[in-house]
């Protein structure tokens, strides 16, 4: 039950929200949020379960917390913040690793057609050739950059051992110009 006026102007397009996380060819998207267009050409944005409207996204998510499951009276537990993987670790070792939740738009999976599900195959694919990509390229930088390391201890390692003889011909040069006075 979206807002159908704001301020007694109509609403006269009603779209789920952008996520400031989309990039280009991923749309990324809220559920909850909608991105409202009034007849006067302001946009704004509302709560999906009931009319509360505001120009910012991040009070439409603070306000959702009212449409929770969860009693009102009831107060949460304050503790140190872990993740799931590190919990795991503390109880039982086996279970170290961490799940991941499925994405919010794998629920709506059956309602898209099937070439909406080839394209986001083939995203997915994109975006798994783009990740190996990159891992591939920061696994080289960081051998570029043992090797790099590498060689600056050596070239250290030579200078130091460039100064000590210079030292050592320092002293020499000294008795020699005090041998010749």
């Known amino acids: 039950m979206t807002a159908t006026h704001v ?10 929200a952008p996520s400031p996380i989309s990039r280009p060819g991923v749309d990324v998207t809220f559920d909850q949020i909608r991105h409202l267009l009034l007849a006067d050409g302001a946009e704004t944005y509302g709560c999906l379960h009931c009319p509360y409207v505001s120009d910012s996204i991040s009070s439409v998510r603070g306000h959702l917390k009212a449409h929770s ?8 537990k304050a503790s140190k913040p872990a993740t799931p993987a590190v919990k795991a670790a503390q109880t039982n070792p086996a279970k170290a690793t961490p799940r991941r939740n499925p994405a919010p738009a794998a629920r709506d999976l059956s309602s898209l ?55 050592a011909s320092d002293k020499k040069l000294a008795q020699i110009r005090a041998l010749v006075k």
């Open 69 to 76: 499951s969860k009693p009102k009276g009831q107060v949460r």
């Open 7 to 16: 301020n007694g102007v109509a609403v006269i397009i009603d779209e789920p």
């Open 113 to 167: 057609s099937l070439g909406e599900l080839v394209e986001r195959a083939q995203l997915t694919e994109q975006m798994r050739a783009q990740r190996d990509a990159a891992r591939e390229q920061a696994a080289q930088a960081y051998r570029s950059a043992d090797d790099w390391k590498q060689r600056a201890d050596d070239y250290r390692l030579r200078l130091e051992g460039m100064k000590g003889r210079a030292e």
